[in-house]
């Protein structure tokens, strides 16, 4: 019999397909990343940081936090740094379960949401999202339960694209006081509609960010999370001191300090490039979600032949099914590389 909780060795992983991720003979569109390398800039600080001598002591973070609530606009004692926003919806997670809680976490969505509900055995409803909808904001109205504990928000959610109205946020925070209100704004660089102005006004909201995507820093895992002073003192009780990686830190410095490879990068791709994509499959017929962030959702005909030959041809897409029906989340580079695709795409023979 084992010494881990039963619910925990039944769980199975979340296992993303990582092999044969070789960015030298791919073009990779398959993980919502960005698709080019970052600044020089970034890359100097981490071999300065490196070359000062100075891996042999424990992280010190300096002023990142003000750095990151100045960006954010709000205060610093309303910020916490977290190891990716993965972790930041970790803690969330784990802050506010209780045995028989509940997580509403509408559905198709990001996989870690589960993932943390589950280690937490919390049951899950899951209403639906719908490409003539969005988010289904009167079912999860009238799902939520005195045991509802968290309500999930991922805005724009992951794979669609979806985005929640900040109106929408307040309206769930208000019907459920006693539940944490999860927005995540993994993508909020893309999409730029932030919930960041309620966090005074609600005292059950949580935001997550990260320079996971836009910033193009996922290999070094470094996010942060907002919510009201109370919350992130609470939250810090349970992150350990160094949960997040000095390195991180002194790239997302950098980055910070160079905003403008970011902003360069997110007006190509949401100006230029994602528009050429979305009227390549207005041409062919292809049906996909509308989406506010750096990945289309498209229901081409034969996905898993697409999706082969696309692989043959170098490019790497997300499959992703909704109601048993499969489709291709995918993501959207710079406009040589979306010219590039499209072009080889044209060259499927059906
Ligand atoms: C909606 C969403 N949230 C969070 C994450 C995780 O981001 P991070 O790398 O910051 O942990 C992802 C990654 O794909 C995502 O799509």
């Not at 001598?53 to 609530?69: F, N, T, V």
């Not at 939520?144 to 307040?170: E, F, H, R, Y």
């Not at 006081?177 to 660089?189: K, N, R, S, T």
């Amino acid at each position: 019999m084992s010494v881990i909780k039963q619910h925990i060795v039944d769980l199975s992983a979340y296992k993303p397909p990582l092999e044969g991720r070789n960015p030298q003979a791919f073009t990779l569109l398959d993980f919502n990343e960005r698709t080019t390398p970052v600044g020089h800039m970034i890359k100097q600080a981490l071999h300065d940081y490196i070359d000062a001598g100075r891996l042999q002591m424990y992280p010190s973070y300096g002023d990142i936090a003000k750095r990151l609530a100045d960006y954010s606009s709000v205060c610093e004692d309303q910020l916490m740094i977290t190891n990716g926003s993965d972790q930041g919806i970790d803690l969330v997670f784990r802050a506010v379960s209780q045995s028989n809680s509940e997580a509403i976490i509408p559905s198709p969505s990001f996989a870690m949401y589960h993932q943390c509900a589950k280690v937490e055995a919390m049951s899950i409803v899951e209403p639906e999202y719908t490409p003539e909808n969005g988010y289904p904001l009167n079912e999860v109205l009238s799902s939520i339960t005195p045991n509802t504990k968290i309500i999930v928000v991922s805005n724009p959610n992951n794979p669609c694209g979806t985005l929640v109205s900040a109106d929408a946020i307040s309206v769930l925070a208000k019907a459920a006081p006693h539940a944490a209100i999860l927005v995540d704004e993994c993508y909020f660089e893309y999409s730029r509609e932030t919930a960041v102005s309620l966090v005074n006004a609600l005292p059950n909201l949580f935001i997550t960010r990260t320079f996971s995507k836009t910033w193009g820093l996922p290999s070094l895992r470094f996010g942060y999370l907002i919510s009201s002073p109370e919350n992130i003192t609470a939250l810090c009780n349970v992150r350990g001191p160094y949960d997040v990686n000095q390195l991180a830190v002194v790239a997302a410095m950098a980055a910070l300090d160079n905003p403008e490879y970011t902003k360069e990068y997110v007006d190509e791709v949401m100006l230029q490039s994602k528009p050429i994509l979305e009227q390549w499959l207005d041409g062919q017929g292809i049906e996909y979600w509308p989406s506010r962030a750096n990945y289309l959702w498209c229901f081409p005909d034969n996905p898993g032949q697409v999706e082969s030959f696309l692989r043959e041809q170098g490019f790497l897409v997300r499959p992703k099914s909704y109601q048993q029906k499969m489709g291709l989340r995918i993501t959207v580079g710079t406009c040589e590389q979306t010219e590039r695709l499209i072009t080889v795409w044209g060259q499927f023979v059906q």
